[in-house]
């Protein structure tokens, strides 16, 4: 059994560990916030992009049928301008522009129509977008909102664990207390067992001198300390 010390150590790292893994965890709450947070962004941004381009094809379509309907105008107008024609070569020039000008408003509406085929394809793309984000957004408000609420109960636990810290090191002797905050800044375990002749923080073979410091059969109050990592030993055997 370790000595009551120890012992005072070994209670303050154990409530340290809790306080630093109840940290790591509330610090980790707004990183989830902002990965449901993009989820929802990028849904959203996908019925953006499905909305403007509709827009876009709406827009061609809108084009093409202006430029069909000044087409036809021409051609109405050379059609007429056709039949006040008496020589041949005339007609037949006249003619030649005529089937010109259907030539391009066939081409034309052939585009309309890839266009109106693609309306169709944007239009479900758009709905498809829509709905799941519709499908979602339940859900991702709901774990927004768990998120928030586990931060809370973190952040109250986390003061709870802090108190309790306080509260540990009270019985620790100051010496030992701060060997042991210089260790626990490098990171916890600061206080470990010795198994097996060997330190419990970095595995390698402690000296017979630290085993007996551990042992409490060195100098009265003396502190054992690893001779690898310097992190403080107890014996556990
Ligand atoms: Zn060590």
New binding site residues.
Partial sequence: MPGAAIEALLILQNRDTRRVDLEAQLRAVPTDIALVERDIGEEKGAIEAARTGLRELESRKKLLETEIGSAEQTLAKYRTQQLSLRKNDEYQAMGHEIETVQGQIGEMEGRELEIMFSIDLAKKKFAAAEAVLKQNISGHEARIRMLRERGENLAAELKAAQAEVAAARGPAADGWLRAYDRMAARGLPAV?PIRGSK??????K?SSEAESAARGKGSPGELAR??????I?YWDN
């Fill in positions: 470990v330190c419990g923080g970095c595995h390698l402690v690893c001779d690898q990592c310097a992190r030993l």
